[in-house]
């Protein structure tokens, strides 16, 4: 089978398309033909050698959409999609055109997306919804604010209905306001001044919100004058150095809680039983489709890979026809 593979870390020079022989699933494991799988910033980073645990040689990728080639029979022809923290680091990945999967990381795919766009849905969706239930949001009817709007911002906006919040704000650089995010109807909050953030915040939500989910790392010591009493701040990133300057005072005067989301902390059957609500949610229209998505073949791989490292904001996925 074709598959992107690596043997080393530090250069994307590593990356290549190969023939390797498809995997032979184990009793336990089912057999995925992959028609469709995304990418994302931690595959690049994992062929640079950013993530220790990664044995290699090692085929990339971890989201996927497919169809069960083989596996317990009334699993068979049944189209699924997935993720998982092993794929790709100390599991083949996904990025090839089989993969072997245990049986409980089959979950359905919904039948409203294309594979390209359940495909895409992986670590941005399930990292979100980890965010979010973590960040309090079990309780209908909290305040929320949405700092930065990319795949996971954009993910957390939709999935927050989901879970009975409309009191949405998003927070973002002017850059980054498009005809869509305004015709929303989201109110939006312009990221210009650390100092300026509190207050914007209280604005829109009166005494702060009860959750700031900061998906850029860089506005988590401001988001700490701007939670609400026993509010949470959710971060998935940091700053390049790894560190903020966290007002500890305020943050244990108003009860607030620090919640770290990192997506590597969740198989493929951890984030099988997240995405079944998601995919239920996308089927039953109560969340619209993701963005749409660039097609490209795996034989593109090593260049996609090299946008994604240069900066490119386009969320790419492998088309396997």
Known sequence: MKALRFDRFGSLDALQVAEVPPPRPRESEVLVRIRAAGVNPSD???????????????????????????????????????????????????????????????????????????????????????????????????????????????????????????????????????ESLRASGVPIILLTDAKAFAGDVKTHFEGGADLIFDTTGYWVDAAVGAIAEFGR??????????????PLLDLYRAGGVLVGVNSLLYDVEACAEMLQPIMEAFDSGRIPPPRAVREVSLDDGPAVYREIEAGSPEKFVFVIP
């Open 44 to 178: 690049v980073k994992n062929v640079l050698g950013r993530f220790s645990d990664t044995t290699l040689p090692r085929t990339p990728g971890r989201d996927f959409a497919g169809v069960v080639a083989s596996g317990p029979e009334e699993w068979i022809g049944r189209e699924v999609w997935g993720t998982g923290a092993e794929l790709g680091f100390t599991h083949e990945g996904t990025h090839a055109e089989y993969i072997a999967l245990p049986m409980g990381g089959l979950s359905l795919k919904p039948t409203s997306l294309s594979f390209p766009l359940a495909a895409s849905c992986g670590v941005p969706y399930t990292t979100a919804w980890n965010a979010l239930r973590r960040g309090g949001l079990v309780v209908p009817d909290r305040k929320l604010v949405v700092v930065g709007v990319g795949a996971v911002g954009s993910a957390a906006m939709a999935l927050a209905r989901v879970l009975g919040t409309t009191r949405i704000v998003a927070a973002v650089r002017e850059t980054d306001v498009t």
């Open 233 to 246: 701040i959710a971060t998935i990133a940091a700053p390049k150095d790894g560190h903020v300057n966290l």
